[in-house]
């Protein structure tokens, strides 16, 4: 059974840092992993997809990366901005369609 | 290009009752899922449908149930409401079935009083 862990589950930076949000998986037989983010009340917005055959992928201030054989997935976030606070979440497809995700992480942009 | 379009975005039900819920994915989307976001339980899986037949269920009691039409949209049931079904229910849409990006909407807030 796939289990998705993301730590920390809140994390306070000032505006204009870089950081890195943390996603592990236990089983690495994945078809994707998937970076989600979700403002309060909200649903999901996709941010990157990364197919079990890549490294990485990046979009912007964002860049995903995936080490299946550690079952381990950064996401980076450059220049960090307020507009960037919510929560980030990990998504898996293990096959099926089925998503296995992570509890996320709170992330907040201190002005 | 339109989004996945859930209807409606809230509701209140009392214990007992039954409801559904409307999800319509984006044009040309074939695979729509459903998931249940609580704040204890997170986000879990329901069940998925492609081309009108369900091809992964969740753990999920049998009072959760759903379907999908022709054109690819989806409703979920829920019957005999239970305090513990309150949460978001969040439907994704994919383009086909296996190895794709999941779009998802924004919601259905359900609260069961």
């Known amino acids: 059974k796939q289990e998705v862990t993301q730590i920390p589950a809140a994390l306070s930076v000032p505006e204009g840092e870089n950081l890195v949000l943390n996603c592990s998986f236990t089983?690495?037989?994945?078809?994707?992993l998937q970076w989600f983010r979700q403002d309060p009340g909200k649903g999901l917005t996709s941010l990157l997809l990364?197919?079990?055959?890549?490294r990485e992928q990046t979009s912007g201030r964002l860049n995903a990366s995936l080490d299946k054989s550690s079952g381990r997935s950064t996401l980076y976030i450059a220049a960090s901005q307020p507009g960037d606070s919510a929560t980030y979440l990990c998504?898996?497809?293990?096959?099926?369609?089925?998503?296995?995700f992570g509890t996320g992480t709170r992330l907040t942009i201190i002005p | 290009k339109a989004g996945v379009t859930q209807t409606p975005r809230y509701l209140i039900k009392t214990r007992g009752q039954q409801v559904t819920l409307s999800c319509s994915p984006i044009s040309g989307h074939r695979s729509v899922s459903w998931y249940q976001q609580t704040p204890g339980q997170g986000l879990q899986f329901l069940f998925e449908y492609f081309s009108e037949t369900q091809r992964n269920k969740g753990n999920f009691p049998g009072r959760f149930s759903g379907r999908q039409f022709s054109n690819s949209r989806s409703e979920m049931n829920v019957s005999t409401l239970e305090l513990g079904d309150s949460a978001l229910y969040l439907c994704?849409?994919?383009?086909?079935?296996?190895?794709?990006?999941?779009?998802f909407g924004q919601g259905t807030r359900l609260t069961v009083v």
């Open positions: 089983d690495s037989a994945i078809y994707n």
């Open positions: 990364i197919q079990s055959s890549q």
């Open positions: 994704a849409s994919s383009l086909a079935y296996g190895n794709t990006e999941a779009f």
């Open positions: 998504a898996v497809n293990s096959g099926n369609e089925k998503l296995t």
